[in-house]
């Protein structure tokens, strides 16, 4: 039988988020990677039935995933997938319903697919590379919003409890230049919904790449910008992410980097 990533990552996608829609608020295992980084059995269930399907299809690749972390026994592959089995733990351990699936196909380390999903609202976001991005078949743009202060941003906030005191003071500079600020805990639907126009960016200083490598590629195909705190492109090695819709970017990179001396 033959697959193609798309139909594999989408298939794979939704059987995930199903199995959270039904395990919501029926979390019996909480564990901690941190202080406040939480992991639960259901984030392993979901990853496990998301590689099982990855590897049926594609023994060859390359696995990157957010609890099991790289498979080495395929290293040298020249493709890659990005695995969240389920962004936004903490949401989904306290019976909150804002959490997402999130997988990226990565050939060359370029991303070529992504796909989110949102299980309790049934919205699924795809995009290739060169192709556009998608809402539920539908066509989704960024929005035209060119005004810091008519502007809806999103944010995150880093594990490391001591290193909240820095996002919480570019936190308190946006919440006096914009309209609001939202922080709803998922950077993969944060990115899909820059690109769908309902925030105008989002900016976070601490994300892996199974946070950001399918929303990024959304979020690009959309017609928006995503970069890191200094302006250079997201890659996977990225640690911060802004994404916007382009208008506003380099209003929102002034305020991220406001105190560095080197700042202009």
Not at 222 to 230: C, Q, W
Request: include cysteine; proline fraction near 4%; aromatic fraction near 8%.
């Amino acid at each position: 039988m033959a697959y193609s990533p798309r139909s594999v990552a989408v298939e794979a996608a939704v059987a995930a988020g199903r199995l959270l829609r039904e395990r919501l608020g029926r979390v019996q295992e909480i564990r901690f990677k941190g202080a406040v980084n939480l992991v639960t059995e259901v984030d392993e269930a979901s990853e496990q039935l998301i590689l099982e399907r990855i590897r049926e299809a594609f023994p060859e690749h390359a696995i990157l995933s957010e609890e099991r972390g790289a498979d080495l026994s395929v290293s040298d592959s020249r493709y890659l997938w990005v695995v969240d089995p389920l962004d936004g733990t903490t949401n989904f351990a306290h019976g909150y319903p804002l959490f997402a699936v999130s997988i990226a196909f990565v050939v060359d380390g370029e991303p070529e697919l992504g796909v989110v999903y949102q299980p309790v609202l049934d919205e699924l976001f795809v995009a290739q590379r060169g192709a556009g991005a998608f809402l539920n078949g539908r066509r989704i743009r960024v929005s035209d919003q060119d005004s810091m202060i008519m502007a809806l941003l999103a944010t995150g906030f880093p594990y490391d409890l001591e290193r909240r005191k820095q996002a919480l003071a570019h936190f308190g500079r946006f919440t006096t230049l914009t309209r609001a600020i939202r922080r709803d805990g998922s950077a993969a639907l944060d990115l899909c919904y820059v690109a769908a126009g309902r925030f105008d960016g989002f900016w976070e200083p601490e994300l892996a790449p199974w946070d950001t490598a399918a929303g990024a590629l959304i979020v690009r195909e959309a017609g928006g910008v995503v970069t890191d705190y200094s302006g250079c492109p997201l890659t996977l090695e990225s640690v911060s992410c802004v994404a916007s819709n382009g208008k506003l970017h380099q209003q929102i990179l002034d305020v991220l980097n406001a105190d560095r001396p080197d700042h202009v």
